[in-house]
């Protein structure tokens, strides 16, 4: 009875986002049954995504609930932004209950996110696009909360939690408000000039170069800590780049793909380069410093590092400070290592480092796989040998994986030997399909052992088969042939898989085979979509809004994963309903009900709901009209 | 009466003369090798027959200088950098297989330890004992303090654990590093050290060292692969 009275509510609530919608003059058009079935449809949309949103009130996984109200705010806005208000201001508040999520360990070194914060750009991004001044009110809450010191910090990390907050907003809004993304920018240097300030003053300086060179300038006015310098010494002359020290001394570098190939903005400004590079000078370069503690080494490690970097820029920039920069960084080496030495005698046998200096690449590359060998080879700790066999095997080109198959196999531990050839296998069948060599992959993929690994190739394989055709001689019967062929590795792959234990990659496997057999056969992609849902059903959690690739690598080699070619293949939910969703839509919806966790549910019926308003945007407008 | 006293003080002079040379040859004698017990506490596929666990390491010995001016030169957190730390003393490696059976999920590594080794140790200990004597009449002075605080001596194990949990069908490494500051120890008899470690559902592991009574605690790492 209960259940059938909170249903009676939900029904009542998704009705209501009608009946306040201002009610449009009668008119005499008549309505096709293909318009009213999308209508009906358009109903059946709408009740999913207000169902959801009113259920996460109930839901134990908070970070999910706040996401799902602020993409239910978003998609029903204009049919009720009154509700959709309330919907957002209760995920704001209710981003204090997320707990924390563990420190991913890998990254930690490097940063340490805050999920808090990510939701906050969440719901703030919404708010902005539907409600300025509840934006403004939601950062008005945030600036006047405190800085939130961040414990154990990364070295690319923002200088607090507020800085953090303030930034990510900035970078999200700098495409669409670039004031707006000053403005926050400049609120966040309350705290320093944290890490991500360089991506949004390059991002800025694209949209509007005043507002750059203005927040540059206020910037510049509170330097003082040579992480800040790195920070801003980046964007003037190397855009996209970040240098650090590490724990143990050792320089980290943070890359920004986005913006690395960017021109450097000190040629444009040459004034204001000179002005940081006299700050930086005054400010650091002419402190007396002790090395007492390792606080102090580290310090003064990053100051060299800094030095390091910009040195050659006051040649350029600011000539008359070479010399006592040079002379500083030369007594801080000094002060730091008294007694440094060449380590490049280290390895003696080096057939890389024996090679002219007119080498080819070609060259190079065996030299360096066979350096690599040779010191497994001579390894004499045999968990360190096993180890160095891998890094070797690993280190060779995708293509030429025999070479990494004959390395693999000295590898004395036969569960280790085969996980490595089989990834070898997988990379190299995968670059395969990378390249457009189908067959090479196809006569590849039988060969790989692991389930998962050579069902990804096969999917690979039958998706590039099933890819439009530019050369258009191409016969209709061969066309069929591949569609045959990309038909029966599909069949392959689940068949495969029904024997699998449930797991994320199995999961996002089985969304990659629904999303290529949706291509040509629904009813079969259909099939896949529900064996999906049983396997999530089956395991303990799942993220309906993830797509990357499964992650196929080796266990104990943290950058195998790294090495593999990307596949274009989506491997998550919205891939796999794309194209079913126009002439599925009931299906999909009533497949997403049998997921029995109600979080995942949730995000299922409104990832369905998402898809299906982009997808028939310009049909509604029609209607409409 | 002067005679009979002066009998039983010398008596009783050797006679403690005596105990302290049994326990100062008892502790030389247990300082012959040093004893590691490593134990695997459990894995998700602890009862399948494919799952086995391999440890390879070396032992090696330093001082608190030596492990103070790695520190300061940020080599400390990376045990894995070279050259290691400290000097010698021993390397080996095994392969245990049938997790079932307990007796292959423990073993107790007995590490031979030189004379020079020996001595180092025996140094340590007389050390602190000196250390402790000061102490009880309030006289360390600041330089006495740093000097035995550079005396002592650390067992540094470098090793690492590679495990094939055949349930979770994966190969784990875990990183089995520890500095054991000897005189920590020193009421057990000997060098003797305990550690443990396990692996998780989803191939996490948390390793620990076994610490005496009096430290209580002992210190859980629990690392997310």
Redesign the interface.
Known sequence: MKKLSFLAIILVSAISVFAQKPAPKPTPKVLTEKEQKLLSQKFQAVLMVTKTAEETTFWEDKKAAVEALADAADLLWEENANQSAKWLTKAWNLIDEVPESPKDEKMSEFFTRSDKSGLQATVLKVAYKRDTPLAEKFIKQLTDKEPGEKKDKGAFDDKSARSEQLLGLAMQAVETNPNLAFSLAQRSLADGISFTFQPVLTSLRQKDVNLANRLFDLALARLSTPDEAQTLAGYLFRSGFNFAINSSGGMILAVNPNQQDLPPVAQAEPNRARNFLSAVYQTMFTRQFSLDTPEDKRKAENLLLLAGQILDKYNIYAPELLPPTKAFLLQLQTQLYPNRQNKSSENSNSKLRDLPKDATKEQRYDAMIADLEDRANNETDPIAKKLAYIHAALSTNAEDYKRGIGIAKKIEDEDLLQDVVSFVLYRAALKFVEKKEIETAEELAPQIKETLRRSVVKIAVAQALLEPKKDKNIEQAQIELEKQRAFALLNDVQRDLQNEDASLNLIKTLFGTTAVLAKFDKTQALNSLEQTVQMINKSDKFNLKESSAPKLGIDISKTSSATVATQRIGFGFNNAIENLIETDFEQVASIVERVSAKEIRGVGRIETARLFFQKNKDLFAQIGK | MKKFCLGLFLILFLALNNFAQVKKEESNAALENAKIKITLLDLPGVNLE?SKW???Y?LRIANEKQLFDA?????I??LN??PKLGEFIN?G?FTKNNLSNKENRETVLTIPLDKKTQEMLVGDLESLTKSANLAAQNKNTRESLTERQMKTQNLVLYA???V?DAKLK????VPFNWILPFTRFSHLPGANFEMTFEIKEG?DFAKSVVLPEKLKNSKTTI???
């Not at chain 2, 520190?71 to 080599?75: A, I, R, S, V």
Request: net charge positive; charged share 30%; proline share 0%.
């Open positions: 494919k391999e440890l390879a070396e520190m300061t030169n940020g080599k957190e990376d950098a070279i390397k490696s690492n654990i590679l094939y994966k190969n784990i490494i191939g690392i997310k692969q």
